[in-house]
């Protein structure tokens, strides 16, 4: 499986973006999907997941009620709401696909990782 992320950018504090995880590949059903960020300085942390069904969610504290996971199968495509975005937010965020239904918050989990895209958030 190959992962594209995009749709990172500029935006003011408070503002939204979308982040978009298109998956080449075969069988990207098979998969639970994770984004990940990173800050300059700073280690790789677990912002949210989701199973290979949808059925389930999982949130860092830090982005609860603010962001949004979600999948589309037939699209091959995984989604990172954001909304209320804080200068803390700003970051390089990946997107993973693993084929495993647990620990979705570890990033040893996943077996496959995109490039990264760059958000910035402007205060």
């Known amino acids: 499986v190959q992962l594209q992320a995009s749709g990172g950018g500029l935006v003011q504090a408070g503002g939204s973006l979308r982040l978009s995880c298109a998956a080449s590949g075969r069988s990207f059903s098979r998969y639970a999907m994770g984004w990940f960020r990173q800050a300059p300085g700073k280690e790789r942390e677990f912002v949210a997941a989701i199973t290979w069904d949808g059925g389930s969610l999982y949130y860092a504290d830090s982005v609860k009620g603010r962001f949004t996971i979600s999948r589309d199968n037939a699209m091959n495509t995984a989604y990172l709401q954001m909304n209320g975005l804080k200068p803390e937010d700003a970051a390089v965020y990946y997107c993973?696909?693993?084929?495993?239904?647990?620990?979705?918050?570890?990033?040893?989990?996943?077996?496959?990782w995109g490039q990264g895209t760059q958000v910035t958030v402007s205060s």
């Open positions: 993973a696909a693993g084929v495993t239904y647990n620990s979705l918050w570890y990033d040893s989990t996943y077996d496959y």
